[in-house]
């Protein structure tokens, strides 16, 4: 796999830069422990805006252990967990869960419990954050709806559990009005680089201005695209059926569809969540030193086209 290719990428000076803890801060200098991060990622994302069928917390790890280190991802597959441990995190902090099925074995000679012996055997504590995550202010849905430079944000179904700005995809308008080809190049350009790409469904000279997205799979959230009048919705993992079925449904050939890449769509909401997480810790007076995986777990690696520009 290729690493991440973007200009917000967790090298060394982007806004996924090494969020340090401010030592000198605070009556808690220094480490803080695992459990001291459970609250203030539940500060943060709260268990309670999840899902009922989601499984978020902690995964794996003792919360009385020390964390120095911290590093966010996407997915924790076997890649991510090697960086981390070659990073020194003791906790990694995945957006999808490991376990989210029921298992009856974690032996060593198969995926998942390969990745929970060298999570267990490296001392690296795992946790989640999913829907809590999707919903929360600042969550991935929030975060790709800024970073597209929408404004007036709603959810697009709020949070049962939460306030009236929490809950499942965003939808909000674009300052100013723009061709369905140019906002297209737009979600191209600040998604990391991936093998698929950007795919469209619409007239690249339509005009629009409402914009609705969802990180990660949104294709169970067309009536609420349809019923927030957006002029083009913005998901991951559009199947046949539901697209073209939503396309046929179109009013005035709106919403016009963009299908992204499910982990580049999510990937944006990482730094962001790193950043969050560095001042809430640096508040606290703890020292953590937090990054964003550089590992991408999107399982595409390369596509062929028919050409075209
Ligand atoms: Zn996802």
């Known amino acids: ?9 967790a090298e060394s000076d982007g806004p996924a830069a090494a ?40 995964v794996a790890g003792h919360p009385g252990a020390e964390v120095h280190r911290v590093m966010f991802a996407v997915d924790p597959t076997i890649d991510v967990i090697e960086e981390a441990i ?18 009856t074995s974690v ?10 012996h060298r999570l267990i055997e490296s001392g690296t504590a795992l946790m989640t954050v999913h829907t809590n995550g999707d919903s929360a202010v600042g969550g991935v849905s929030d975060v790709l709806a800024d970073a597209l430079g929408l404004q007036n944000v709603a959810p697009l179904t709020p949070a049962a559990n939460g306030l009236p700005e929490e809950g499942i995809g965003r939808v909000g308008d674009l300052e100013e009005v723009l061709t369905l080809g140019d906002f297209a190049a737009r979600v191209f350009g600040i998604l990391p680089s991936v093998a698929g790409g950007v795919r469209v469904s619409g007239d690249r000279d339509g005009l629009i201005r409402r914009v609705a997205v969802c990180g990660g799979a949104g294709d169970s959230l067309f009536g609420e695209v349809r019923a927030s009048n957006a002029d083009v919705y913005v998901t991951a993992d559009l199947r046949h059926h539901p697209a073209s079925e939503a396309r046929e449904a179109a009013v005035n ?28 810790l640096t508040d606290q007076g703890h020292d953590v030193e937090i990054r964003v995986s550089n590992t991408n777990s999107d399982p595409w690696d390369f596509i062929l086209t028919p050409g075209g520009d």
């Open 86 to 103: 070659d990073f020194g995190a003791e906790l990694l902090i995945t957006h999808h869960p490991l376990l989210l099925k029921g298992v």
């Open 1 to 9: 796999m290729e690493p991440v290719n973007t200009d917000v990428s």
């Open 253 to 280: 050939d709106r919403p016009y569809l963009i299908d992204v890449s499910h982990f580049a769509s999510e990937w944006l909401w990482l730094p962001a969540a790193a950043e969050a997480l560095g001042n809430v």
């Open 107 to 116: 032996a060593a000679n198969t995926a998942k419990g390969k990745a929970v």
């Open 19 to 58: 969020v340090d803890g401010d030592t000198g801060a605070g009556e808690a200098s220094g480490a803080a422990t695992l459990g001291m991060i459970q609250l203030a990622v539940e500060e943060l994302w709260p268990e309670s805006l999840a899902e009922d069928w989601d499984e978020v917390g902690l």
